[in-house]
């Protein structure tokens, strides 16, 4: 990170890191365990834009004047990006935070299954949250 980085740059590099711990954790959620025994496909929408936000901002991060003038409009698309990513997370994770809502004994692995769901949600919301107040700064360092 640059000397120079103001508390937007920070905010910025903290997203795509939550954004990186959100692709880990949906990662290893639909690889193993209950999602795994569901044979659920993993969604490349939910790691490529992530992928796509976390290269960008490190960038502007380590570089906060290579977009000077448009860093609103930069940071505005990568918060459109990440919450594309966040819906279709949601989306391939609805069917099973469904089913919690019977009121049935479920298996443990479900129950860790839609834990680690949530906390990914979680993650991914986070980091939206976070390029969405980014994008009110024009600078991401100090003067």
């Known amino acids: ?51 796509i936000v976390i290269v960008c901002a490190l960038f502007l991060t380590l570089r906060p004047d290579a977009c000077k003038g448009a860093t ?19 989306k391939g994770r609805v069917d099973v935070v469904g089913d919690m809502l019977n009121p049935v004994n479920h298996p443990e692995t479900q129950v860790t299954a839609v834990t680690w769901s949530l906390i990914g949600i979680g993650l991914y919301c986070l980091s939206y949250l976070f390029t969405v107040v980014t994008t009110l700064s024009d600078k991401l360092a100090k003067e």
């Open 1 to 51: 990170m640059a000397k120079k980085t103001n508390a937007f740059g920070k905010l910025l590099c903290l997203s795509a890191i939550l954004a990186l711990i959100g692709m880990v954790v949906y990662v290893v959620n639909t690889t193993t365990g209950y999602m795994a025994g569901l044979h659920t496909p993993i969604d490349p929408l939910v790691l490529i834009l992530p992928f």
């Open 72 to 90: 609103g409009a930069v940071t505005l698309i990568l918060s459109l990006l990440m919450a594309a990513a966040t819906v279709f997370f949601v």
